[in-house]
């Protein structure tokens, strides 16, 4: 693909830093599976159960970062640079109030919790305490979120990629400290990541509150503020939801099929999640540009802008499925010496290797709808897909199907987001021009 596109630029500048930032967010998980793993299969499957409930968890909350991104980013186009910044403000104070609540709510729950996602006798109260302990972090992790969103609509993407790689930095040097020099186990992963994301919304809140005094923007929360951020993200949550349920379900039917089958899904999950989060830096991109555009009244740019997105989610989308084929025969050695988990992974990863250049395209499209404020068509859209996977998901477990088996099911559910996000572009209804998406 020749970078000679007007927009090439542009999306460089911002995909990037985009790409350094949301490959260091799967990596906590990676890393956390890369120093667990030398535990033994058990902690590693705990591991698998108690990281998905908590990627489930940000995932619902990611409206935070994605709403906001939209928001402001049309703010900036429009010039409106002080109100901008507000709305940032308000969603920080709206992810510190979730943050609490989640806490309050959390504790008591989770147990609950670990047990519906099948986890073994033997796996569930290792995830039981990683979820506690975990729990801690939420506010920072919902801070980050938020911070993220308010920079990225600004167009900086820089100050993120900074922050999660001192993030990732701090999470991998604690955790191997804490479980394979002190020997405190799964706990000693859960802590370090804990002390991760706290640090880093220390930092986000910094910066936001810099540009706030920089812009004459108020400090303190606004109610009505907060409430208009918390409404904006009804629909984001409904999509996101509609996502998470199909991660779960396939969490939930790994782990019935044994220990080995969670384990090695666990593992092939965050490789996908690694080139997932990767190919979104484009739909990242997507996001931030689309809402400048849009906020500036050009449709005919965010057009343009989103052909070529596109063409490079495709381009992405196949490298990444043949750097997996490439290092597919070594990569379970990173992870386990248990050899079952390997035959296992192995056969998985060909499946994620050939999901690849569709998800390329899903992501930038996802990420161009999200930057327009479509989240309505979103919402509907999320309900569909999983409602394509569910009998594909039902038929793996009640016929004994294996791993590839679920993987292909995953593979459905792909190709469902493929066609009702590629509808909803060609169309002309989500170009909505303004400050404000009305």
Do not use: K
């Amino acid at each position: 693909m020749a970078f000679r596109h007007p927009h090439d630029s542009e999306i460089l500048r911002l995909a990037l830093p985009a790409f350094g930032a949301l490959v260091a967010e799967p990596l906590f998980l990676l890393t956390d599976s890369a120093i667990v793993g030398h535990l033994g299969t058990v902690p590693l499957g705990a591991l698998g159960v108690a990281g998905q409930i908590l990627s489930t968890f940000v995932s619902v909350c990611v409206f935070l970062a994605y709403g906001t991104t939209a928001s402001v980013a049309r703010q900036i186009g429009a010039g409106n640079l002080r109100e901008a910044i507000r709305q940032g403000v308000d969603g920080i104070w709206l992810a510190a109030l979730i943050g609490a609540v989640v806490i309050t709510v959390g504790w008591p729950l989770a147990p609950a919790v670990v047990e519906a996602f099948g986890a073994s006798a033997a796996v569930a109260p290792q995830a039981e305490t990683y979820l506690h302990i975990s729990l801690f972090g939420a506010p920072g992790m919902l801070i980050v979120l938020a911070g993220t969103g308010v920079l990225r609509g600004m167009q900086d993407t820089r100050t993120p990629l900074y922050v999660s790689v001192g993030m990732f930095t701090v999470n991998a040097a604690l955790g191997a400290v804490f479980v394979l020099v002190l020997g405190w186990g799964i706990a000693g992963s859960a802590w370090a990541t804990v002390l991760a994301q706290t640090g880093g919304a220390i930092l986000y809140a910094g910066a936001v509150a810099r540009g706030a005094r920089r812009h004459g923007a108020p400090l303190r929360p606004d109610a009505r503020g907060v409430r208009a951020s918390a409404s904006a993200g009804f629909n984001l949550m409904i999509r996101t939801l509609s996502l998470r349920v199909v991660l779960i379900l396939g969490t939930a039917v790994a782990a019935r099929m044994g220990d080995v089958e969670i384990a090695a899904h666990q593992i092939a999950s965050n490789v996908w999640n690694l080139l997932a989060f990767a190919l979104d830096a484009i739909a990242i991109a997507g996001q931030a540009i689309t809402g400048r555009y849009l906020g500036a009244s050009d449709a005919a740019g965010a057009r343009a802008a989103t052909r070529r997105m596109i063409q490079w989610g495709i381009a992405a989308g196949v490298l990444f499925a043949l750097l997996v084929l490439a290092f597919r025969p070594w990569l379970p050695n990173v992870f386990t010496s248990d050899p079952s988990v390997r035959s296992q992974l192995l056969a998985a990863l060909v499946v994620v290797a050939l999901l690849e250049p569709i998800a390329g395209v899903v992501f930038v499209l996802d990420g161009v709808l999200i930057g327009a404020g479509d989240q309505g068509y979103l919402a509907v859209a999320g309900v569909i897909q999983t409602v394509a996977f569910l009998p594909a998901a039902w038929l793996v477990h009640a016929y004994g199907g294996g791993l590839v088996a679920l993987w292909l099911a995953i593979g459905v559910w792909m190709a469902a987001r493929l066609v009702t996000l590629g509808v909803r572009a060609r169309d002309d209804a989500w170009l909505v021009m303004g400050a404000v998406r009305r």
